[in-house]
């Protein structure tokens, strides 16, 4: 019998799969954005793709996204 591997359930929350990848949320904009320019809170919208370096934890924590 074959054992399932768990998903870490928060990294399930946070990413999600793309054809190119997993995309993310930008980091750096739920609080403190008084001192931070409306220019570095507008480009801090969005997603952006898990860098390469990193897609093999991503994957590791969610086996079967």
């Known amino acids: 019998m074959?054992?399932?591997m768990?998903?870490?359930r928060g990294a399930a929350k946070r990413f999600?799969?793309?054809a190119n990848g997993f995309k993310r949320k930008q980091a750096f904009k739920r609080h403190i954005l008084t001192k931070k320019?409306?220019?570095?809170?507008?480009?801090l919208r969005?997603?952006?793709?898990?860098h390469?370096?990193?897609v093999?934890?991503?994957r590791?924590?969610?086996p079967y996204l």
């Open 2 to 4: 074959k054992v399932k």
């Open 6 to 8: 768990k998903t870490k």
């Open 16 to 18: 999600k799969k793309t």
């Open 37 to 43: 320019s409306p220019k570095r809170i507008r480009q």
């Open 46 to 50: 969005g997603t952006k793709l898990v």
């Open 52 to 54: 390469v370096a990193d």
């Open 56 to 58: 093999a934890a991503v």
């Open 60 to 62: 590791r924590m969610c």
